[in-house]
């Protein structure tokens, strides 16, 4: 059973900052490279950060570069997403999400497998 499970999501002010965790299980978390994704209101899901299986290879979007940091814990199998000075245009649902293989890019959820249940993030202003 593959599973991924977020956590860490709530209600901040605006310059705030939030860490995101995404505890994974039911495969070998080495052979997975690992997604952060949001949904805001209305709007598609879109890719944030990623990272790669094993070599530490990261991306950002340019929304979030620079504010975002995404690492993973491999004796944790858990990925975390720390956000700092957090704006109101990051209130989403945040997804994480696993796909098999080396690469990051393209950071598009067709490319992806597995999905977590998601975490709201709602910041105020």
């Known amino acids: 059973q593959l599973r991924l499970v977020e956590s860490g999501g709530g209600l901040v002010q605006t310059g705030g900052s939030l860490r995101l965790s995404c505890e994974v299980s039911?495969?070998?978390?080495?052979?997975?490279?690992i997604g952060w994704f949001r949904q805001a209101p209305g709007k598609e899901r879109e890719g944030v950060s990623c990272?790669?299986?094993?070599?530490?290879?990261?991306y950002y979007e340019d929304s979030v570069n620079g504010r975002f940091t995404i690492s993973r814990h491999h004796a944790k199998n858990t990925v975390y997403l720390q956000m700092n000075s957090l704006k109101p245009e990051d209130t989403a649902v945040y997804y994480c999400?696993?796909?098999?293989?080396?690469?990051?890019?393209?950071?598009?959820?067709?490319?992806?497998?597995?999905w977590g249940q998601g975490t709201q993030v709602t910041v105020s202003s």
């Open positions: 999400a696993g796909k098999r293989g080396p690469s990051i890019l393209p950071l598009i959820e067709q490319e992806y497998d597995y």
């Open positions: 039911g495969f070998t978390f080495d052979y997975y490279a």
């Open positions: 990272i790669s299986s094993s070599d530490g290879r990261t």
